[in-house]
């Protein structure tokens, strides 16, 4: 056995201390290597990512990065967890969505892993007639309800407290939400409801209900619509207050109101930013309560869902995917409830597998990869906590930008908060449009020759108020006209990939090219002549230094053989008989989009 010294074992005890600085200078010597030259800061800068709201995330961390204590978890200002014992006891919250009356959905979700339902209600969900259907064989003082009903508010909610009664739940033993959320009404469908019904709901529960909440904080409505992570933060920071401020000229105290709120943000394949957006949020949250001056009441009810702005319709079997690491990350992140979407959900009403699917992803993250073991296992790493700390920052300015508007609604209906949005969705929509941001299985890697997934329509969502985005929806468009000529002649547009040279010279771009093509739908042709491609147009696939002997000469062979556009693929250079570039970068969309309507593909 051996006897560690009493000092201890210090593996570094024989190597010279390093600095930053050494090595921001090894940086500087790989990216001289590839032909850039930059040293120091502009080094470490040169790997550095941009993110929205202005932030960037540095390629490493250290402690010279390190923030302000973040405190412990049930105390504030609650970064770490709004609970003492986090998520340790039994895991988060598994709240699986439900818009049509299907009880027998709801019990195969209960009964398999399911700890509480997230009921849309009225338009576009279910009956509230048929709440008492839907929760038949619902054991309601085990299983809480969260309810989502929109302009039916009041009537849902006073049937689920009937259903309470008439089933002998004791008021103290009722667990949920009754889900009113009138500024996030408002922004869904630009209907003012007022707020006299949440306030008697509030009422209500905080007199004779003690563990149900009257109300909802709905940020997804201003995610759905193209909003960045700092401004999901601002925007629910101020619905938060707006009903703060209400509830107060209705009778409760802040401690009270404050117990009336849930939150609702949205958890995206993004792993480290929802991390730290659901770490900022409470943050942001504890600093309002201790401005109202209840400290103790700032501990922020969170409900994650995985964005429906990040899930595609084609290949949709990536989207469980992408669940995946949105619920881990909604679990590191701390939050009390968590709902997967079925990754079918953007065709369609999903189907027994997906909603399985959807279940199992908690269920195996908590069980099998103990993801709920540890409070906040994310807290002390410098990049979580430094980005933890300038997400926070940057959604407390998108905060008093609204305020400075005269509060959520006023920025709402003045239509200035759906031009910020609209804005940050423009540039979202830029860098999708040139692959910046990728989509598997949509902008990268497309299978073109995918069966698509059919599934029953689903009811039409409340709309009227802020449009609802989705990453895929410009190469969506595109699809769905090759799709058309599909249909409509037996076969895809087509475009010549002419290699030129060796595999090792054109294998690279070849690919790159076959996969940006397919993205809009377009069915690349490598095999044969140009001539027996079916093809009207046609790309050059090389080397830069064969480009230089031979780009030319097959440019004019394919013209000679009818090519009436002449793509090559790399940057733009001068070589004639060349119309047109694809490369890294380039605007994909708009060079598809092109590409189709020459084809006469509408």
């Known amino acids: ?74 105390f504030a200002p609650f970064v770490r967890g709004g609970r003492a014992e986090g998520n340790t006891t039994g895991g988060w919250d598994v709240r699986q969505q439900h818009t049509t009356a299907d009880n027998a959905a709801v019990l195969t979700d209960l009964e398999n892993g399911v700890t509480s339902l997230w009921l849309v209600v009225g338009d576009g969900g279910v009956p509230v007639e048929s709440l008492g259907a839907l929760l038949d064989g619902v054991f309601l003082d085990l299983a809480p309800v969260a309810l989502d009903a929109g302009r039916s508010t009041e009537p849902a909610a006073r049937e689920l407290l ?41 009422r209500l529960c905080a007199e004779e209900y003690p563990g149900l909440r009257a109300l909802t904080v709905d940020a997804l409505p201003y995610h759905e619509a193209g909003g960045s992570a700092a401004q999901e933060l601002g925007c629910s920071l101020a619905t938060g207050v707006a009903y703060l401020r209400e509830l107060a000229e209705a009778g409760l105290s802040v401690e009270q109101a404050c117990a009336q709120l849930e939150f609702r943000y949205a958890a995206t394949a993004d792993q480290f930013l929802t991390v730290a957006k659901l770490r900022a949020a409470r943050r942001l949250w504890a600093r309002v309560a201790e401005v109202c001056g209840a400290p103790q009441a700032g501990a922020q ?15 949709p079997w990536v989207n469980m995917l992408r669940t995946t690491v949105a619920t881990l990350a909604a679990g590191v992140g701390g939050s009390d409830s968590v709902t997967v979407l079925p990754f079918d959900r953007s065709i369609g009403l999903p189907d027994a597998f997906a909603r399985r699917a959807a279940r199992n992803t908690s269920t195996i993250l908590m069980e099998e990869s103990h993801l709920a073991r540890v409070i906040d296992p994310a807290g002390g790493s410098w990049y979580v906590e430094r980005l933890t700390d300038e997400l926070a920052r940057a959604g407390w300015e998108f905060f008093q930008w609204v305020e400075g508007a005269g509060g959520q609604a006023a920025a709402l209906r003045s239509g200035r908060l759906g031009e910020r949005l609209a804005a940050t969705w423009e540039a979202r929509g830029a860098r999708l449009a040139k692959r910046r941001e990728p989509i598997t ?34 190469y969506e468009r595109l699809r769905a ?32 090219a076959a996969n940006l093509f397919q993205a809009g739908g377009i069915e690349p042709v490598t ?44 940057r733009p250079g001068q070589y004639p008989g060349v119309d047109s570039y694809v490369f890294a970068g380039c605007d994909a969309v708009a060079v598809l989009s092109a590409t189709l309507d020459r084809m006469g593909v509408s």
């Open 301 to 315: 009810v969170q409900h994650a869902v995985s964005s429906p702005v990040m899930m595609s319709r084609r290949d």
């Open 441 to 474: 299985g949509v902008s990268e890697f497309p299978h073109l020759a995918e069966r698509p997934l059919e599934r029953p329509a689903a009811p039409e969502p409340p709309s009227g108020g802020l449009p609802r985005v989705r990453r895929d929806e410009a």
């Open 527 to 570: 095999e044969g002549t140009f001539a027996d491609s079916g093809a009207t147009e046609a790309c050059l696939c090389s080397s830069d230094a064969l480009y230089e002997e031979r780009a030319a000469a097959v440019a004019e062979e394919l013209r000679s053989a009818g090519a009436s556009q002449v793509f090559l693929a790399g």
């Open 162 to 202: 009937r259903l309470y009664d008439e089933r002998g739940v004791a008021k103290d033993a009722a667990r949920g939400n009754l889900g009113a959320d009138p500024l996030g009404h408002e922004a869904r469908t630009g209907e003012d409801l007022g707020f006299t019904a949440a306030a008697g709901l509030a």
């Open 481 to 512: 006209r090759s799709d058309a000529h599909l249909a409509a002649t037996g076969s895809r547009p087509r475009v010549f990939l002419s290699s030129i040279g060796p595999a090792s010279a054109h294998t690279a771009r070849t690919t790159f």
């Open 1 to 74: 056995m051996t006897v560690l010294p009493d000092d201890g074992l210090s593996l570094a005890a024989e190597f010279p201390d390093t600095t930053h600085e050494q090595w921001q200078r090894l940086v500087a010597g790989v990216l001289r290597k590839s032909g850039k030259e930059v040293s120091g800061d502009a080094a470490e800068d040169a790997l550095s990512t941009a993110l929205e709201d202005g932030l960037r995330t540095r390629p490493l961390y250290t402690a010279r990065d390190a923030v302000p204590d973040p405190g412990l978890p049930g």
